[in-house]
């Protein structure tokens, strides 16, 4: 298995606060990629990054940042948590920024904002 | 713009019936990719398969078969002789050549294998 790890793995938080969720990996790949989880729609892209301190945004971006300034740590930050916000998270790995690489996932966060 | 459909939200078969997942996709990309994955109950994402769009040669990996046409802009998964652990969310995703990091996901069939 693919060396990916998500924190908190499980999160209930309040309207309003700031919630950051951190997956780290031992992989030392340099693509990395946050997806929510939702029914009805799939997984979709938040952000991704293809290195150091170099991201871009994915389908679904509005609310939320990211920070990489390790290899190893992708951090995915509500700035003010919504009810809208309450998903799975997932984070995903690959060694290339080719799609024939495939993407390894980490085992997911649930978070809830009530 | 890239989509993925899979028309059918839930199956439920018995045991040692065989069951067919459907995935329908747009794409403009000449070159693309195609993917299944699947999420038993446990949560995690388990990788399946990939095919590329030049490649529509079906393919079989003991009780799993994937049927590719670019004609009908379909990538189906055919489980034989099912079982109770084949029971899971399957998702079937696209990515394209232009921005490869976007994988766009289908919204998943969820799969009851009932023994």
């Known amino acids: 298995d693919a060396g990916i790890t998500q924190s908190p793995r499980h999160k209930v938080t309040e309207t309003g606060t700031p919630v950051t969720l951190r997956c780290h990996q031992t992989?030392?790949?340099?693509?990395m990629y946050w997806y929510r989880q939702d029914p009805g729609h799939g997984l979709r892209l938040i952000h991704y990054s293809y290195g150091v301190k170099d991201t871009d945004k994915g389908e679904v971006s509005d609310g939320y940042s990211v920070s990489r300034s390790k290899t190893e740590d992708f951090l995915l930050t509500l700035e003010s948590a919504t009810s809208s916000q309450t998903s799975v998270y997932f984070c995903?790995?690959?060694?290339?920024?080719?799609?024939?690489?495939?993407?390894?996932f980490g085992p997911g966060t649930r978070l809830t904002v009530t | 713009a890239q989509k993925v459909t899979q028309a059918q939200t839930e199956i439920s078969v018995v045991e040692k019936e065989d069951v067919t997942l459907d995935c329908v996709y747009e794409t403009r990309d000449t070159t693309y990719y195609l993917f299944w994955y699947k999420q038993p109950p446990s949560g995690e994402l388990v990788f399946l398969i990939r095919r590329n769009s030049f490649d529509e040669q079906n393919e079989i990996s003991g009780r799993y078969s994937w049927n590719f046409q670019k004609s009908t802009s379909s990538f189906n998964f055919t489980i034989t002789a099912s079982q109770v652990v084949d029971s899971a969310v399957y998702f079937c995703a696209l990515s394209g050549t232009y921005n490869n990091n976007d994988m766009r996901f289908g919204a998943g069939t969820r799969l009851t294998v009932k023994p």
């Open positions: 992989e030392n790949h340099r693509y």
């Open positions: 995903a790995i690959s060694d290339s920024g080719t799609v024939y690489a495939g993407w390894d």
